[in-house]
């Protein structure tokens, strides 16, 4: 028998393999103020999805690696899964998307 995702184990699901830290994943369950070590139930996953999404401009702004010699910071493939993960889910619970640049039509 497979135990009951706990609801750390469900934050760390919603990012796949963007991995947050053990920091960022205790300040998204403080948002909701769910338990990490608890089972996840799935009337918690709209609360949990949600302050995964208020991480994320949180997350975006520290690069994925950094070189000191030659100077070289890097965003990579890290953010740009990350902003589609963010644009989803503000889509999927009807949040304004702060970060996505759409463009703009003015009719004259």
């Known amino acids: 028998m497979i135990a009951a995702m706990s609801n750390k184990e ?8 963007n991995t947050p830290s053990n920091l960022v ?22 609360r949990l999805e949600v302050a995964c999404a208020k991480q994320i401009p949180w997350m975006i ?31 999927q619970y009807g949040l304004k998307d702060e970060l996505s640049n759409k463009p703009k039509v003015t009719f004259l």
């Open 61 to 91: 702004q520290n690069p994925s690696s950094v070189s000191e010699s030659g100077f070289s910071v890097s965003w990579s493939n890290y953010v740009d899964s990350l902003m589609k993960l963010y644009s989803w889910l503000c889509k």
């Open 10 to 17: 469900f934050v760390l699901s919603v990012f796949d393999k």
């Open 25 to 46: 994943v205790e300040n998204i369950l403080s948002r909701t103020g769910l338990d990490g070590e608890e089972p996840f139930a799935e009337e918690n996953r709209a």
